[in-house]
């Protein structure tokens, strides 16, 4: 299984490079010299303190991603004129047909809602129909329900993976400097720092991915209103001080899944499947000034808790390649994503956990 992969991402890295050549894909080119050459790693073990802090972040991850399902069932209930609150429960449940017959109602009223309340409903719909094993669902999911990707963003575009890349306007280089030089602070007062508000990772990789030339939407986006609260604690300080959208794919790493996945190509690796076989994927065409995220298994689905940027190749001491990720929350620069990243947390307790790559 192992040298069929091998092969797999031989082959595969051949073809695209010959693509990426034609497509001004000279970025590609340099990244895989540096690939070539990684950086020896010393052991790294990620420390009680540090998974402590992953946990906490994780539980108010979890509580902030259950507020929105409760939004999205009152936002139901209220159109409905529903007394029992039906879907204010139905949208918080465990069970699986509770959500399927959420999003089916969704479905139904989503083009009689108030405009400002059909991102919410839309997140909702995508987020849980792509787990609930529905073909209806997932079908809807891919057509009425996606997201499109912006008609500028494949101008002065590449193929990679066999997907257009927006090659012209991204800097891995800007990206990467960016994450290395505030990988152990904040850059406050330009960006909020929101570690008290469930993690301030997917915020920092979204500065990084800026920095780097990824231009914000009406979607992915963060203003400044004032000074008054450059390190909110409470979402009412949060807005005080700050614009953004509602939810968030700037600060929030779930909304991050759902709003890059339809821009970039994305991949998927089980926990274990890369703790072994890293050494292989790192053969794949991810490269410094992608994102990687954990998604966390909660009953039946997956959803982002953690957001990463790759800012450089190592090779870790049994002298297999890896990447090396920097992000904040517990503020790390340059960590093995196998040994250091994905060890970490299953010394936490997560064994159910996908990593998923974004390459930008």
């Known amino acids: 299984m192992r040298f069929k992969r091998l092969v797999s991402a031989i082959l595969i890295s051949s073809v695209l490079s010959v693509l990426s050549i034609s497509f001004g894909g000279s970025l590609n080119i340099t990244e895989d010299n540096l690939k070539k050459n990684p950086q020896k790693v010393e052991n790294q073990k990620m420390s009680l303190e540090e998974i402590a802090q992953l946990k906490d972040m994780i539980k108010q991850a979890e509580k902030r991603e259950r507020d929105i399902d409760k939004r999205v069932g009152?936002?139901?209930?209220d159109f409905l004129e529903n007394k029992n609150k039906k879907y204010e429960i139905k949208s918080v449940s465990v069970e699986k047909d509770d959500r399927i017959?959420?999003?089916?109602?969704?479905?139904?009223?989503?083009?009689?809602?108030?405009e400002k309340n059909k991102g919410i409903l839309k997140y909702y719909f995508r987020k849980y129909s792509e787990y609930a094993g529905d073909k209806e669902l997932l079908e809807k999911r891919?057509?009425?329900?996606?997201?499109?990707?912006?008609?500028?963003?494949r101008n002065n575009s590449f193929v990679r993976f066999g997907t257009v890349v927006n090659a012209a306007s991204y800097s891995i280089t800007d990206a990467v400097d960016y994450a290395h030089t505030y990988a152990l602070s904040y850059n406050t007062p330009t960006y909020p720092n929101v570690t008290s508000?469930?993690?301030?990772?997917?915020?920092?990789?979204s500065q990084a991915l800026k920095a780097g030339g990824k231009v914000e939407d009406s979607t992915w986006y963060i203003d400044r209103k004032n000074t008054q609260y450059l390190t909110p604690t409470t979402i009412p300080q949060l807005d005080y001080s700050w614009d953004l959208a509602?939810?968030?794919?700037?600060?929030?790493?779930?909304?991050?899944?759902?709003y890059w996945s339809a821009k970039v190509y994305t991949s998927e690796f089980d926990e274990n499947d890369y703790l072994q076989n890293h050494d292989t994927y790192f053969t794949y065409p991810h490269f410094r000034g992608d994102a990687v995220q954990i998604l966390v298994k909660n009953f039946w689905w997956y959803e982002g808790y953690h957001t990463m940027m790759i800012t450089a190749y190592g090779e870790d001491p049994s002298g297999d390649s890896d990447f090396l990720v920097t992000y904040h929350t517990s503020n790390k620069k340059d960590k093995l994503l196998a040994d250091y990243v994905i060890s970490g947390f299953q010394s936490a307790g997560y064994n159910d956990f996908k990593l998923k790559f974004y390459a930008m």
């Open 74 to 77: 009152k936002i139901i209930d």
């Open 101 to 114: 017959s959420t999003m089916y109602k969704i479905d139904e009223i989503i083009d009689r809602v108030e």
């Open 142 to 153: 891919n057509t009425r329900f996606s997201k499109k990707i912006e008609k500028e963003e």
């Open 197 to 205: 508000l469930g993690g301030d990772c997917t915020n920092f990789v």
């Open 246 to 258: 509602d939810p968030s794919p700037w600060i929030s790493a779930d909304q991050f899944k759902d």
